[in-house]
């Protein structure tokens, strides 16, 4: 990881512009802007009837909690060497191992498991890891950190090689069953950031237990942090963005679908020209992703894997069981995206949901005195549309000398607050009063910053390339998991198609296949088509009012990971472990003692917090309140 200089800049960017600059990504991440931040669980309000179907828990008992079995479990690894996801199967095993990679000092391990090593991959699986301390001076938390090598192309793996982080914060006991590995999302989060965050949800917070039993290690995927990284940047570009001369870079691109592939094309070069390792551009795809944690598995003396995964770290776990079926130990995939959907499918999930809240919200407002959309839901979208439509060649004014706000920056305020809670839509009301009647955009710019945090954002170089990392990332990573598709009319035809079907949000759904098209490192296979049985069962987190990764999806993923149990939350947000409390208590009962949700379980909202409640210890900003780092819906 580059220790950059870090300094205040003359000029910042406000949250709610920094969004917008970084585009709509369709996953998201867990990871706030500060590792010390909390945030109040969300506020509920009036709740939309979602039909539960209890028969996409897959192999579960109706009505009854269930155990999972051992975490060492006689089965064996499956693990492919080549990027085109077959598997090398492999005889059974017996073997046990506590997993224990020691809680002080170094530690060195050589990945003893007896789980069956990829033919070819022997070198890698038995290399020696050591853990060596790594306390965070701030808090005085005791981590560990250590450096993992592996194939660049799994295909090829006998040639370079590369490297991916690991941070560890170890277990409160001297004797721990094994470790759990985290990913926030993205893709393009960094988990080494995650488990900083989320410490205190470990140490004194809903995941005790979790810490209690096993070591928790966040790793920085392939390409991000201080894992072998991707550059696209050079450090004048760091310093023109935060000085304010340059914008962030956006996968938003206005005009046709060749100026989208133009400049996918001109990121890609700059990537290709500042990368230290320019050939991770065509090796940061999921499937490699998910053997770099099996190495992992390995090395930390694991037969199984325990995950906890986030949003786009739900895909990475589903591929992982897909690849790895027979190592897959206590894994929860927590706002699930559906497997099947294409990269571009998704964005349009995300555009057709926020739509949709935008007509629930627009309802539940009619008849109220000052509401300034008025007549039927129809009338009251094009109104809104067209309005916003005119924003570009007439912005909104802003006081204090505030960035104006066009159609891009409007359309971003008004999504972060229709997605939130009914209980914050009156802030919109309020916002979109006065921008409609006043030209002023104000109140909505500054009702929407209170929601996602209302920090300027990034304060230091450092903050500045975990930005641009994460969107170009993002980029490396749907380029390759999915192939190249269409051609510049049909993905011109898709332009004119959203502005029809998403009137109001179309300007935050890009065209990424022109992009991938422009980007060019795209996949030579088929996507991963995750349709498996798990060896144990594989609890899946579902939320009613998922702004980012829809709730349909979960009960998708549900569906393709037959041994696997859906927990549904009744709440609004995205990512439901650490910011629902019930939500948490069965995460933590899952992975210490095997127990699954009753068949049809579904955790209420907290209750509201009144006046002076604190937010429990270690509850980081939930996911999608802050840039987003990959699929932000996305």
Same mark, same amino acid.
């Given at each position: 990881?580059?220790?950059?200089?870090?300094?205040?800049?003359?000029?910042?960017?406000?949250?709610?512009?920094?969004?917008?600059?970084?585009?709509?990504?369709?996953?998201?991440?867990?990871?706030?802007?500060?590792?010390?931040?909390?945030?109040?669980?969300?506020?509920?309000?009036?709740?939309?009837?979602?039909?539960?179907?209890?028969?996409?828990?897959?192999?579960?008992?109706? !009505?009854? &909690?269930?155990?999972?079995?051992?975490? +060492?479990? /006689?089965?064996? *690894?499956? @693990? %492919?060497? $080549? #990027?085109? =996801?077959?598997?090398?199967?492999?005889? !059974?095993? &017996?073997?046990?191992?506590?997993?224990? +990679?020691? /809680?002080?000092? *170094?530690? @060195? %391990?050589? $990945? #003893?498991? =007896?789980?069956?090593?990829?033919?070819?991959?022997? &070198?890698?699986?038995?290399?020696?890891?050591?853990?060596?301390?790594?306390?965070? @001076?701030?808090? $005085?938390?005791?981590?560990?950190?250590?450096?993992?090598?592996?194939?660049?192309?799994?295909?090829?793996?006998?040639?370079?090689?590369?490297?991916?982080?690991?941070?560890?914060?170890?277990?409160?006991?001297?004797?721990?069953?094994?470790?759990?590995?985290?990913?926030?999302?993205?893709?393009?989060?960094?988990?080494?950031?995650?488990?900083?965050?989320?410490?205190?949800?470990?140490?004194?917070?809903?995941?005790?237990?979790?810490?209690?039993?096993?070591?928790?290690?966040?790793?920085?995927?392939?390409?991000?942090?201080?894992?072998?990284?991707?550059?696209?940047?050079?450090?004048?570009?760091?310093?023109?963005?935060?000085?304010?001369?340059?914008?962030?870079?956006?996968?938003?691109?206005?005009?046709?679908?060749?100026?989208?592939?133009?400049?996918?094309?001109?990121?890609?070069?700059?990537?290709?020209?500042?990368?230290?390792?320019?050939?991770?551009?065509?090796?940061?795809?999921?499937?490699?992703?998910?053997?770099?944690?099996?190495?992992?598995?390995?090395?930390?003396?694991?037969?199984?894997?325990?995950?906890?995964?986030?949003?786009?770290?739900?895909?990475?776990?589903?591929?992982?069981?897909?690849?790895?079926?027979?190592?897959?130990?206590?894994?929860?995939?927590?706002?699930?995206?559906?497997?099947?959907?294409?990269?571009?499918?998704?964005?349009?999930?995300?555009?057709?949901?926020?739509?949709?809240?935008?007509?629930?919200?627009?309802?539940?407002?009619?008849?109220?005195?000052?509401?300034?959309?008025?007549?039927?839901?129809?009338?009251?979208?094009?109104?809104?549309?067209?309005?916003?439509?005119?924003?570009?060649?007439?912005?909104?004014?802003?006081?204090?000398?505030?960035?104006?706000?066009?159609?891009?920056?409007?359309?971003?305020?008004?999504?972060?607050?229709?997605?939130?809670?009914?209980?914050?839509?009156?802030?919109?009301?309020?916002?979109?009063?006065?921008?409609?009647?006043?030209?002023?955009?104000?109140?909505?710019?500054?009702?929407?910053?209170?929601?996602?945090?209302?920090?300027?954002?990034?304060?230091?170089?450092?903050?500045?390339?975990?930005?641009?990392?994460?969107?170009?990332?993002?980029?490396?990573?749907?380029?390759?998991?999915?192939?190249?598709?269409?051609?510049?009319?049909?993905?011109?035809?898709?332009?004119?198609?959203?502005?029809?079907?998403?009137?109001?949000?179309?300007?935050?759904?890009?065209?990424?296949?022109?992009?991938?098209?422009?980007?060019?490192?795209?996949?030579?296979?088929?996507?991963?088509?995750?349709?498996?049985?798990?060896?144990?069962?594989?609890?899946?987190?579902?939320?009613?009012?998922?702004?980012?990764?829809?709730?349909?999806?979960?009960?998708?993923?549900?569906?393709?990971?037959?041994?696997?149990?859906?927990?549904?939350?009744?709440?609004?947000?995205?990512?439901?472990?650490?910011?629902?409390?019930?939500?948490?208590?069965?995460?933590?009962?899952?992975?210490?003692?095997?127990?699954?949700?009753?068949?049809?379980?579904?955790?209420?909202?907290?209750?509201?917090?009144?006046?002076?409640?604190?937010?429990?210890?270690?509850?980081?900003?939930?996911?999608?309140?802050?840039?987003?780092?990959?699929?932000?819906?996305?």
């Amino acid at each position: 990881m580059r220790h950059l200089r870090t300094s205040s800049p003359p000029q910042t960017t406000s949250r709610l512009t920094l969004l917008t600059l970084l585009g709509a990504l369709t996953a998201c991440s867990m990871l706030g802007t500060s590792a010390t931040a909390v945030a109040t669980p969300p506020a509920q309000g009036a709740q939309h009837a979602v039909v539960l179907d209890n028969s996409t828990n897959a192999g579960s008992a109706a !009505g009854t &909690s269930q155990t999972t079995g051992s975490n +060492s479990s /006689s089965g064996s *690894s499956n @693990g %492919s060497g $080549g #990027s085109s =996801g077959s598997s090398n199967g492999s005889s !059974g095993s &017996s073997g046990s191992s506590n997993g224990s +990679s020691g /809680s002080s000092g *170094s530690h @060195g %391990s050589n $990945g #003893s498991t =007896g789980a069956t090593i990829p033919k070819g991959l022997e &070198s890698f699986y038995r290399q020696n890891l050591t853990w060596t301390d790594c306390p965070d @001076g701030a808090t $005085g938390t005791a981590f560990q950190c250590a450096t993992v090598t592996v194939p660049l192309d799994y295909d090829h793996p006998q040639g370079k090689t590369i490297t991916v982080a690991l941070k560890k914060l170890p277990s409160t006991s001297p004797s721990p069953r094994g470790s759990v590995f985290l990913n926030p999302g993205g893709p393009g989060g960094s988990g080494i950031s995650l488990i900083n965050i989320h410490a205190g949800l470990y140490k004194t917070g809903g995941l005790s237990g979790v810490l209690a039993n096993y070591d928790v290690i966040g790793f920085d995927p392939r390409g991000i942090g201080q894992s072998t990284p991707i550059t696209c940047w050079s450090p004048d570009d760091v310093q023109a963005i935060m000085a304010g001369r340059a914008e962030a870079p956006s996968q938003l691109t206005p005009g046709s679908a060749a100026d989208i592939v133009a400049k996918g094309s001109r990121e890609a070069t700059a990537c290709q020209k500042y990368t230290e390792v320019p050939e991770i551009l065509d090796h940061m795809d999921t499937r490699s992703v998910a053997r770099d944690m099996d190495v992992m598995r390995a090395l930390v003396g694991d037969q199984d894997l325990n995950f906890l995964g986030y949003s786009y770290g739900t895909y990475l776990g589903a591929v992982y069981t897909e690849l790895f079926p027979d190592n897959v130990g206590r894994v929860v995939l927590d706002s699930a995206m559906d497997p099947a959907l294409s990269r571009q499918q998704a964005f349009e999930g995300d555009a057709a949901a926020w739509e949709q809240t935008l007509r629930t919200y627009i309802e539940s407002q009619q008849g109220q005195d000052g509401f300034p959309l008025s007549g039927t839901t129809d009338e009251a979208v094009s109104r809104l549309a067209t309005f916003l439509n005119g924003l570009d060649a007439h912005p909104l004014t802003v006081a204090d000398g505030g960035k104006p706000l066009d159609r891009d920056t409007a359309t971003t305020a008004i999504r972060t607050l229709v997605v939130a809670s009914p209980d914050n839509w009156p802030l919109l009301t309020e916002g979109l009063t006065r921008a409609m009647n006043a030209h002023d955009g104000t109140t909505l710019m500054k009702n929407a910053e209170s929601l996602s945090g209302g920090e300027e954002s990034p304060g230091t170089e450092e903050q500045t390339v975990e930005l641009l990392q994460s969107v170009y990332a993002f980029s490396a990573n749907r380029c390759l998991d999915f192939p190249d598709t269409g051609n510049q009319a049909s993905w011109d035809a898709a332009l004119t198609s959203y502005r029809r079907d998403y009137p109001v949000f179309h300007p935050l759904l890009p065209q990424h296949d022109a992009y991938c098209h422009g980007w060019g490192h795209t996949s030579k296979t088929k996507p991963v088509d995750v349709d498996v049985d798990a060896t144990n069962p594989v609890l899946v987190v579902g939320i009613l009012h998922d702004p980012t990764t829809p709730y349909p999806w979960s009960k998708a993923l549900v569906s393709r990971l037959r041994n696997s149990h859906l927990l549904s939350v009744d709440m609004y947000g995205h990512g439901a472990t650490g910011p629902n409390s019930c939500t948490t208590a069965k995460v933590n009962d899952y992975f210490v003692k095997g127990a699954l949700p009753s068949d049809g379980e579904v955790c209420a909202a907290n209750p509201k917090p009144q006046a002076g409640q604190e937010t429990p210890a270690g509850v980081a900003h939930p996911a999608g309140r802050e840039r987003p780092s990959g699929f932000e819906a996305g």
